[in-house]
C-alpha cells in the first residue's frame, strides 16, 4: 500500500510538469497563415456612379488577403468611360495592388495611360491611383507625350484620372509655341 502511495504522490507531482511541456509544444507548432485567403482568375470589376459605369478594371489573376488588401500579380488594366459608356482613357501595369486601409490602387512595372480622347500618352514605372478623389499620381520619373510636347519630369506627377489635366514635378521637354518648336528647360539647368 505504501508503494502505491508513493506512486500516486509522484503521478501527481509529475503530471503538471507534463501538462505544461504540452502547452509549450502547442504554442510552438502554431504559425499564423499570412498568404491569400482567396484566389480569383480572370477578375473584372466595374465602377459606377449615378447608376453608370464610369471605370472598369480587369486582371488574370486577384489574390485577397486577410486584411483586405489585394494583390494582381499578373498585368492589370484600368478602363475609364464616358457618360455615354465610350471608353476614352486606359492604364495598364505588369502587376498591381490595392491597399484596403489607403484605398489606393498601384500599379507597377511598364505602365502606360493613355487618353485617347485628347492623345495623350504617359509612361512610368509605378503610377497610383484612388478612386475616391479620383487623381492618379507617382514620385516616379514620367514621360507625356502629346501631339505638340513630349515632356519628361524626374520628380513625378499628378493628374485627374481621366487624364485631361496634370502637374508635373522638375519636368523637361519640347513645347510647340505658335507653330514653333522651342525648347524649354524648366529645372534652370543649362
Given at each position: 500500500?505504501?508503494?502505491?502511495?508513493?506512486?500516486?504522490?509522484?503521478?501527481?507531482?509529475?503530471?503538471?510538469?507534463?501538462?505544461?511541456?504540452?502547452?509549450?509544444?502547442?504554442?510552438?507548432?502554431?504559425?499564423?497563415?499570412?498568404?491569400?485567403?482567396?484566389?480569383?482568375?480572370?477578375?473584372?470589376?466595374?465602377?459606377?456612379?449615378?447608376?453608370?459605369?464610369?471605370?472598369?478594371?480587369?486582371?488574370?489573376?486577384?489574390?485577397?488577403?486577410?486584411?483586405?488588401?489585394?494583390?494582381?500579380?499578373?498585368?492589370?488594366?484600368?478602363?475609364?468611360?464616358?457618360?455615354?459608356?465610350?471608353?476614352?482613357?486606359?492604364?495598364?501595369?505588369?502587376?498591381?495592388?490595392?491597399?484596403?486601409e489607403k484605398n489606393l490602387y498601384i500599379i507597377q512595372g511598364n505602365v502606360f495611360f493613355n487618353?485617347?480622347?485628347?492623345?495623350?500618352?504617359?509612361?512610368?514605372?509605378?503610377?497610383?491611383?484612388?478612386?475616391?478623389?479620383?487623381?492618379?499620381f507617382t514620385d516616379k520619373k514620367v514621360t507625356i507625350k502629346t501631339p505638340r510636347e513630349s515632356?519628361?519630369?524626374?520628380?513625378?506627377?499628378?493628374?485627374?484620372?481621366?487624364?485631361?489635366?496634370?502637374?508635373?514635378?522638375?519636368?523637361?521637354?519640347?513645347?510647340?509655341?505658335?507653330?514653333?518648336?522651342?525648347?524649354?528647360?524648366?529645372?534652370?539647368?543649362?
Amino acid at each position: 500500500m505504501k508503494k502505491l502511495g508513493i506512486f500516486c504522490f509522484l503521478l501527481i507531482i509529475a503530471s503538471p510538469a507534463l501538462w505544461s511541456c504540452e502547452e509549450e509544444k502547442d504554442k510552438k507548432e502554431f504559425i499564423e497563415y499570412m498568404g491569400p485567403i482567396l484566389s480569383t482568375d480572370n477578375l473584372s470589376i466595374t465602377y459606377s456612379d449615378s447608376g453608370r459605369v464610369k471605370v472598369k478594371m480587369s486582371t488574370a489573376k486577384q489574390m485577397k488577403f486577410k486584411n483586405e488588401n489585394e494583390l494582381y500579380p499578373k498585368a492589370v488594366y484600368v478602363n475609364f468611360l464616358d457618360k455615354n459608356g465610350v471608353e476614352y482613357s486606359m492604364l495598364r501595369g505588369d502587376s498591381g495592388q490595392y491597399s484596403k486601409e489607403k484605398n489606393l490602387y498601384i500599379i507597377q512595372g511598364n505602365v502606360f495611360f493613355n487618353n485617347r480622347l485628347l492623345q495623350q500618352s504617359l509612361s512610368t514605372e509605378e503610377l497610383f491611383w484612388n478612386p475616391v478623389t479620383k487623381k492618379i499620381f507617382t514620385d516616379k520619373k514620367v514621360t507625356i507625350k502629346t501631339p505638340r510636347e513630349s515632356i519628361t519630369a524626374s520628380g513625378g506627377m499628378e493628374a485627374s484620372e481621366d487624364f485631361s489635366k496634370y502637374s508635373l514635378r522638375k519636368p523637361k521637354g519640347t513645347f510647340m509655341v505658335d507653330s514653333l518648336r522651342t525648347i524649354v528647360d524648366t529645372t534652370g539647368q543649362d
